[in-house]
């Protein structure tokens, strides 16, 4: 499967967007870009994913790059609910979903 | 709400003993992942079923097992169990195409002394 580029940390002032790169320059045509969230030990909290549109769910939305090669998870008005980590993950529809390390995002009031 | 159950929310056991945590996945998905995450391990995928069969195997012990039943529900087994066992263990499923996002229960928390 595809390795993922997530930085390890981010902040955000609460209330404004939350941006959230990741890399995936080796995806293959078939497999989907996958965005997850960990808050605390709870278990993982599915946000959005896509193939090669963008997408936008009452969560967030996705910009994937035209040549598919990173995309952008963006939380419009982050609140401090939204402290988590976030996982970005290529994977073929129906196979597990490998889990790096994530993106440790923290929002500030 | 991602409408996956486990139970035992919490688990507590002595080394050497078997335990058997139940998934329920949400109405209509066929696969069921189990995935253990440790503190110094991350997220990692255990064992998948659809529908039944074994689909697929990732870093599951050999003192580990699970089932799926006619009712689609899942079981994991470990048995034997060691200190390094303690974890959290989730559970996932999966149904909608052609993307197949997976949803995770609450987990149940493993506690080997």
């Known amino acids: 499967d595809a390795k993922t580029t997530q930085p390890p940390s981010m902040d955000c002032a609460e209330g404004r967007a939350a941006n959230l790169p990741c890399n995936h320059s080796t995806i293959s045509g078939n497999e989907y870009v996958y965005w997850y969230r960990q808050i605390h030990s709870q278990g993982p909290q599915y946000i959005i994913h896509?193939?090669?549109n963008n997408e936008t769910n009452e969560m967030a939305s996705l910009i994937i790059t035209e040549d598919r090669k990173s995309s952008t998870l963006i939380l419009p008005h982050a609140t401090l609910r939204d402290t988590a980590v976030y996982y970005c993950?290529?994977?073929?529809?129906?196979?597990?979903?490998?889990f790096g390390k994530g993106t440790s995002l923290l929002v500030t009031p | 709400d991602s409408g996956v159950t486990q139970t035992p929310k919490h688990l507590i056991t002595a080394t050497g003993q078997r335990v058997t945590l139940r998934c329920s996945p949400r109405s209509g998905d066929l696969s069921v992942y189990w995935y253990q995450q440790s503190l110094d391990q991350g997220l990692q995928f255990l064992i998948q079923y659809y529908n039944g069969e074994e689909r697929a195997k990732g870093n599951i012990l050999e003192r580990f097992s699970a089932q799926q039943f006619p009712d689609l529900h899942s079981e994991l087994n470990l048995s034997s169990l060691e200190l390094g066992d303690s974890a959290l263990y989730f559970c996932?499923?999966?149904?909608?195409?052609?993307?197949?996002?997976?949803?995770f229960g609450p987990g149940t928390r493993l506690t080997v002394l």
């Open positions: 993950i290529v994977r073929v529809s129906g196979y597990a979903l490998n």
């Open positions: 996932a499923s999966s149904g909608r195409l052609p993307s197949n996002e997976q949803f």
């Open positions: 896509g193939l090669k």
